[in-house]
Antibody, heavy 120, light 109 residues
């Protein structure tokens, strides 16, 4: 059974870089059928797509975040990562990683999520 | 890009049927598949409908999805409501970018 687990600091200072890693178990991140993605959810608010990456390293981003976001993949560790630069309080959210399926790009399964708070 | 608009909240009694709408602001709802996710409090979203009307294994057939080109909207219908269905529901689609609806809080009382 495929499982995803986010990890990384829960507190980041304003203007610094948020870094998270998603570890994939129960399946290979190199599976050519899937992309791997990040989604976030500010407290009490809805879901926002951040971006996705293929095992080859090809990535796509939400245009509203593209200038500050980088997603990378490490196939040897079966992990992919997210970096968000120059964070502000607006980046405070639960960050989820998920497998991305098909052209409609639906997300399943999701990781449990990790809360990242941006505060000094 | 387009937006997906959902009602903020709906409520219904156990055993009844409820429908949640998801209206696309521009472009045809039929152009790209719609997915629906259920998010119970404190939990990650899970898929209840993908590709407009397909149910993942393990999702009961009380959950069904449809699209209506005349209203340019998608709908999630839950029949035989149970208290465990109380959750937030999000629609999602895709064009050049992935788009989520704002979410609908379903109360079963």
């Amino acid at each position: 059974q495929l499982q995803l687990q986010e990890s990384g600091p829960g507190l980041v200072k304003p203007s610094e870089t948020l870094s998270l890693t998603c570890s994939v178990s129960g399946g290979s991140i190199s599976n050519s059928d899937y992309y791997w993605g990040w989604i976030r959810q500010p407290p009490g608010k809805g879901l926002e797509w951040i971006g996705r990456i293929y095992h080859s390293g090809t990535s796509y981003y939400n245009p509203s975040l593209e200038s500050r976001v980088t997603i990378s993949v490490d196939t040897s560790r079966n992990q992919f990562s997210l970096k968000v630069n120059s964070v502000t309080a607006a980046d405070t959210a639960v960050y989820y990683c998920a497998r991305v399926i098909g052209a409609p790009q639906w997300f399943d399964p999701w990781g449990q999520g990790t809360l990242v708070t941006v505060s000094s | 890009n387009f937006m997906l608009t959902q009602p903020l909240s709906v409520s219904e009694s156990p055993g009844k049927t409820v429908t949640i709408s998801c209206t696309r602001s521009s472009g045809s709802i039929a152009s790209n598949y719609v997915q629906w996710y259920q998010q119970r409090p404190g939990s990650s979203p899970t898929t209840v409908i993908y590709e407009d009307n397909q149910r993942p294994s393990g999702v009961p057939d009380r959950f069904s999805g449809s699209i209506d080109s005349s209203s340019n909207s998608a709908s999630l219908t839950i029949s035989g409501l149970k208290t465990e269905d109380e959750a937030d529901y999000y629609c999602q689609s895709y064009d050049s970018s992935v788009v989520f609806g704002g979410g609908t809080k379903l109360t079963v009382l």
